[in-house]
């Protein structure tokens, strides 16, 4: 089997490249066709995963396959951005069959639950390494930006945090993840592998929220991304932190907050918004949770119950550092 | 220097992310926001390049950055798209600051001269690989695919064809360039490392051309693509194919014209569109040349200049062959 046959085979005929209502041209030709809505811009981002740094070399493929869509389809989550389609460059390192039939199954199952259609890619020869470009559609002058911060606006996460930084050492082989009960162990693999993309929250925050962003380095280093862009501070207040119970399964307290705060890979959304507009919100999204306020002046501060300042630890994970 | 001050120094100050008409939102968020103008299609296309398989562990990175980028627009060319925004996905072992210096240079001349923005991406540690994703605006229900030929159309190419074939040994160190005239030198390695995409070519075939795709595996096996896409056989006639003068002055006559059926990395524009057309395309554009034309049927059929079938050797780079 040839490349051009094998791109043929695992990927045009997978269910993710069926279809997609806004997809005029799909795989097969130089490039593909997308038609974006009157009235709206195109939202794109682009998200790599490499063998050995951001997965163990011996990950699911299954598994592998959701991730690497779910951690991309989640940029849109956080612009308000309904997803149109991804392309997919894989870099593989040698043709393993049931390797790319499980990975373009998992690809299939996250993209239907998105409602993106795969539309194009390359597959190349070479160390394994995923590089999936997402496009959706947002309304024009309405996306949900990093710099919309405004001073008095409560500081709110999607739901809880911790679970998928919890989940690592167990995903990397550090630890056994059989020693834990089913459930736990279901729990924490699940936050890693199967995040799931915001999109439903991130489009009714359009119009409401004033900034936002998904959760991807850890949440004090995220928020600092807002407050650095907003040219505002951030203080949090680290007993309204939401902390995942199987975070709390599987650590001590201190270090279940500490993966809660920088532990990344949760692709919640943080989010600002009018105080006034928090009722509703937590209405509407019963996991949503008030951690902070937005103030003058810059960069991130964690307060504890009795409004004093605590040192932030690790601040999120960075490569090259 | 951590990562984001790495992407904020090289890749958000660099010349190419400047600008660009149609870019409502650059890096530094979420997603990047795109205008499609109205009436238009979003075409997106993605190119991977990996050290060691698609260019040499050692390759200039100012020509590599030039290459990463042309490669993937002339797939916008190919498709009579004009480009809007780029993401980069770049993958390295380690930061090397006169490295990266270079690379963005040469990614930002051929991103100036192509017309087309760097919007944002993601750098990744981890062996070295370039994926870029274009995007381009093309009239809607007018871009030139593959699958449009006509029996009765002439097939032609936009100009001379085996430089970037002919220029491997010597790009790969199997051969010595320095053993050649100077002249030489600069064409062969010009052909393959700052190969020009056909912009101007493929907007002016929209509305003349029945089908239409650059040449990246060589001409006899991306004419092929044609020939299955639009359910027809594509004849070439051997003694019509144009060699370009760099390859036949670093290989034999026979060799060169291998190079110019087989060779690829060219990126010049195969197309097909009815004879009566040819005059004045020609006319407009000088290096247009008829090579053959489209018959029922289905293959690629070489044939000499007495109509003889002539067997077709190499057919194209295949990964994983």
Redesign the interface.
């Known amino acids: 089997?040839?490349?051009?046959e094998?791109i043929q085979h695992f990927f045009t005929r997978s269910a993710c490249a069926q279809g997609g209502e806004n997809i005029?041209?799909g795989i097969?030709?130089?490039?593909?066709?997308?038609?974006?809505p009157?009235g709206q811009?195109?939202?794109?981002?682009?998200?790599?995963?490499?063998?050995?740094?951001?997965f163990p070399e011996q990950a699911p493929a299954f598994l592998l396959g959701q991730r690497a869509l779910a951690v991309a389809v989640s940029?849109?989550a956080?612009?308000g951005?309904t997803p149109v389609?991804f392309?997919?460059?894989i870099?593989l390192p040698?043709?393993d069959t049931p390797w790319l039939q499980a990975f373009s199954e998992g690809l299939s199952a996250m993209a239907l639950q998105c409602g993106i259609a795969l539309?194009?890619?390359?597959?190349?020869?070479?160390?394994l390494?995923i590089?999936v470009?997402v496009?959706?559609a947002?309304p024009?002058s309405r996306?949900l930006?990093?710099?919309g911060a405004r001073v008095g606006d409560v500081l709110c996460v999607s739901g809880a945090l911790g679970a998928a930084g919890a989940a690592v050492p167990y995903v990397v082989g550090e630890r056994d993840v059989h020693s834990l009960p089913e459930r736990v162990q279901q729990q924490l693999l699940a936050a890693y592998w199967t995040p799931q993309p915001q999109l439903e929250l991130g489009r009714y925050l359009l119009g409401k929220a004033h900034a936002?962003?998904?959760i991807s380095d850890g949440l004090l280093a995220d928020c600092g991304h807002i407050a650095k862009?907003s040219g505002v501070s951030l203080q949090i207040q680290q007993t309204q932190v939401p902390v995942a119970s199987a975070a709390e399964q599987v650590l001590d307290a201190h270090a279940a907050l500490q993966s809660a705060l920088s532990g990344g890979d949760d692709y919640q959304l943080a989010f600002t918004l009018p105080a006034s507009a928090v009722a509703q919100v937590q209405h509407d999204f019963p996991a949503v949770r008030v951690i902070g306020q937005v103030c003058s002046g810059s960069g991130v501060h964690l307060v504890n119950a009795a409004g004093q300042s605590v040192a932030a630890l690790r601040r999120g994970y960075?490569?090259?550092?």
Request: hydrophobic content about 45%; glycine content about 10%.
């Open positions: 089997m040839n490349e051009f094998l005029l041209l097969g030709d130089d490039c593909a066709l997308l038609q974006i009157a811009s195109c939202a794109v981002s682009t998200d790599t995963l490499v063998s050995g740094i951001h940029d849109l956080a612009m951005a389609g392309t997919l460059a870099t040698q043709i539309i194009g890619g390359d597959t190349t020869r070479g160390p390494a590089t470009t496009m959706g947002v024009q996306a930006l990093r710099s936002a962003l998904d862009a960075q490569h090259f550092e």
